[in-house]
């Protein structure tokens, strides 16, 4: 592992070598005196060099920023500046009095001095000023004083940086601390450009990246903050932060921050989890990232992702992560110290008991022995709690089967005593033995059951990590993950419970079908009730699609929906004239199924309904040669390679698409089985949904039609 110096001498661009580093700057409870200890060693083991003390919730690093430190308080503020020096780390000591300031009065900068002061007589030697998180309107006297907000703060900071000496470390936080937060943009922000022009040189600026919880933090994007800042900035990093959301909680690698980034930033600090223990993977692989460079050793990564940064694999530095935090958590020698001295009420796992230690008799019950943890045990912990805009591998894999399994699932998707189904694989995926193992054999097609039974098996996967997590000898580790681990457990066994209930194997337990269930079995309090209640369950950005929440119907269209299905078609044909005010549509050849004039074939019409009512159809001519020549003249080849059409609509309410390929899925299929060769199709251009619907759904492609209008488009697919 290389040293701190090591690091600051491969990213230092200039004199100043690069900060990296921790800053605790997340709401809620703050770390305590012993973990940020904790901290500082590790920083200094992993070759991080920097923390910065910026504990929102704090009250006097905020809400009682004036008011000086007692006694009692200095004598522990103290004891840690000085646990950071014998570690090597740089001690920044953050204030943040923007909640209540006024600027322009000379008794309010007199306190911070008086303040910072204080600090700076117990140690510490580096500082910071922080003004994100507060209304930008200024007070009637301050909006006397100065000629904007920025310069109000500018002012204040340029002041008391002076006054401090001119601190080598000196960081500045900006109101418009992301690019989300700029008005109008970076380049034009007139806060940004006073900040660029008139902070010190010697002072450095904190920036969070696009958003506040930035996906990617790009090398273009960098370039354009600091021309503008003059200065490169120090990334704060909420990456890992979990204060937002108490289900969550981030245990992926750092990641999607090219190193190429390292040359031209100033630091970066990681604001990680409230939780201390769990940012084991947050700091460790921040290390590993800021230990690579152009030449560096960790030059060693995987091939085939394009992607690739060529200085550093977040695969690889996870792994080295959860192989040295492996080891932590088999440790009991902090713990049982700990435990045994702070607390009472909680029992530690049994350990050594030396002379005392119990050994059962014959015929009496053996002593528990746990499982040990193992390293695929925390490889999939950190999958199931991996960042905010992605889940680790498996945990992917497992929505992922769990959508499939939903969507294919004739019990779930579609009455199946009213619609005939058509499989072209029944190939078993397991051999017999073990496809006999569980009885998923049921209702469903063979490949159902054998990716039921894979979904199963990461199910217990989960439950056998969740168990020996539990019994790993770090109890201090667990308490933290406690809530997360005990509710992704009982996440996960709703989902096995409901697959289950697809494949026919009997009915969820009573406790879960009871009119009178316990409470874990509405969970999510009054939160989740609201959650539950708005559409896609309130998740507006971390799934490409748009959630899943409406229960539908797909079932044989009757006579009886004839006024549905041409209500339906008029009111999308509508919708695009609205779009588009100068479009004139003539009918289309598919038009006359649509609006009843020629009846669609036998069991090749459907109709989808949700709890309002009808809101989309499918409908197909198994021989479309009659309503060919009825309108268009198509080329007679068409019709030879695709003898049969298709059509339908869905209203814009129905956001999910995976219902309009199913019903798409379906015809094809029936028209397959009637012998037809090819079906197509006729869209409009602007009909991007429908068009989206079919080059998805199957392999609609392009295909040439005479006497198209211009904004037509045909496609078909060989059955
Ligand atoms: C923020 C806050 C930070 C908080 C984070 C994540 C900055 C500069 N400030 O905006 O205190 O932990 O979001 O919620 O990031």
Redesign the pocket.
């Known amino acids: 592992m290389a040293t701190s110096t090591e690091v600051s001498e491969k990213a230092q661009s200039g004199a100043k070598r690069f900060i990296g580093g921790v800053v605790e700057?997340?709401?809620g409870r703050p770390w305590t005196m012993e973990q940020r200890t904790e901290l500082f060693k590790r920083e200094q083991k992993w070759g991080l060099n920097t923390y910065l003390y910026a504990p929102?919730d704090d009250y006097k690093h905020r809400m009682y920023w004036r008011d000086l430190y007692s006694p009692e308080e200095a004598e522990q503020l103290i004891a840690l500046i000085s646990a950071a020096q014998q570690h090597n780390i740089d001690f920044v000591y953050a204030i943040s009095p923007g909640l209540d300031i006024t600027f322009s009065n000379r008794k309010e900068v007199a306190a911070l001095k008086r303040k910072l002061d204080q600090v700076r007589d117990f140690g510490c030697n580096s500082f910071s000023l922080l003004f994100?998180?507060i209304e930008t309107e200024m007070c009637p006297a301050d909006k006397q004083a100065f000629s904007s907000f920025a310069h109000a703060q500018v002012a204040i900071t340029n002041e008391v940086f002076q006054h401090l000496g001119e601190p080598s470390t000196f960081l500045f936080?900006p109101t418009d601390?992301c690019a989300a937060f700029c008005t109008p943009t970076v380049t034009q922000s007139s806060y940004l450009h006073t900040v660029g022009d008139e902070l010190l040189p010697g002072i450095d600026v904190?920036w969070?990246g696009p958003k506040?919880?930035s996906h990617k933090i790009s090398v273009e994007s960098i370039e354009e903050v600091s021309s503008i800042l003059k200065r490169a900035p120090v990334i704060?990093d909420?990456i890992h932060?979990n204060?937002?959301d108490p289900q969550r909680i981030f245990m992926g690698p750092y990641k999607d921050r090219p190193t190429e980034l390292i040359p031209k930033l100033r630091g970066v600090l990681t604001?990680p989890n409230c939780e201390f223990y769990p940012n084991f993977v947050a700091i460790h692989t921040l290390a590993t990232w800021c230990k690579a460079s152009a030449d560096g050793a960790t030059k060693d990564v995987e091939m085939g992702d394009e992607e690739q940064d060529p200085c550093y694999s977040p695969h690889k530095a996870l792994t080295l992560a959860l192989t040295d935090w492996l080891e932590e958590f088999l440790s009991t020698d902090q713990l049982t110290a700990c435990v045994k001295k702070d607390s009472s009420d909680e029992e530690p796992m049994q350990t050594d008991l030396g002379e005392h230690s119990y050994v059962p008799g014959p015929g009496e019950n053996p002593l528990y022995t746990a499982e040990p943890l193992t390293l695929d045990d925390l490889k999939l912990l950190s999958d199931l709690f991996y960042l905010p805009y992605e889940y680790g591998p498996t945990a992917k894999s497992m929505l992922h089967e769990l959508d499939w399994l939903k969507g294919h699932s004739h019990a779930a998707a579609v009455k199946s005593d009213q619609v005939t189904f058509h499989f072209d694989k029944l190939v078993p995926f397991d051999p017999p033995e073990i496809e006999a193992r569980r009885p998923f054999a049921c209702c469903q097609t063979a490949e159902w059951c054998s990716r039921a039974r894979h979904f199963d098996d990461m199910c217990e996967a989960v439950v056998r990590m969740f168990n020996r997590l539990s019994n790993a000898p770090n109890r201090r580790i667990l308490y933290d993950l406690y809530n997360y681990i005990c509710d992704i457990k009982s996440g996960v066994n709703l989902a096995q419970a409901y697959v289950k209930s697809l494949g026919g194997l009997g009915k969820p337990s009573a406790q879960l079908m009871s009119d009178d269930p316990e409470p874990w079995g509405f969970r999510g309090g009054l939160s989740g009730e609201f959650q539950r209640m708005l559409p896609g369950h309130g998740n507006r950005d971390l799934y490409k699609h748009p959630h899943k929440t409406s229960v539908y119907c797909i079932r044989p269209y009757c006579t009886e929906d004839k006024m549905d299905v041409q209500r339906i078609f008029v009111k999308m044909q509508q919708e695009r004239q609205i779009e588009d005010a100068s479009m004139t549509e003539p009918p289309l050849i598919s038009d006359i199924l649509s609006t009843g004039e020629i009846p669609p074939s036998p069991q090749c019409a459907l109709v989808l309904e949700d709890d309002i009512g009808p809101c989309g159809y499918m409908l197909a001519l198994t021989d479309a040669k009659a309503a060919a020549t009825s309108i268009q003249d198509t080329s007679g080849r068409v019709l030879e390679d695709f003898p049969s059409l298709i059509t339908g609509q869905v209203l814009p309410r129905v956001t999910d698409p995976s219902p309009v390929k199913r019903m798409i899925g379906q015809l094809l299929s029936t028209m397959r089985s009637c012998g037809s060769r090819g079906v197509f199709c006729m869209l409009r251009h602007s009909d991007r949904r429908m068009l989206d619907f079919y080059t998805e759904s199957s392999s609609f492609q392009p295909i040439k039609m005479g006497g198209l209008p211009p904004d037509v488009i045909a496609m078909g697919t060989s059955l």
């Open positions: 700057g997340f709401y929102k994100d998180d936080c601390y904190l969070t506040v919880v704060w909420n932060a204060d937002y604001n």
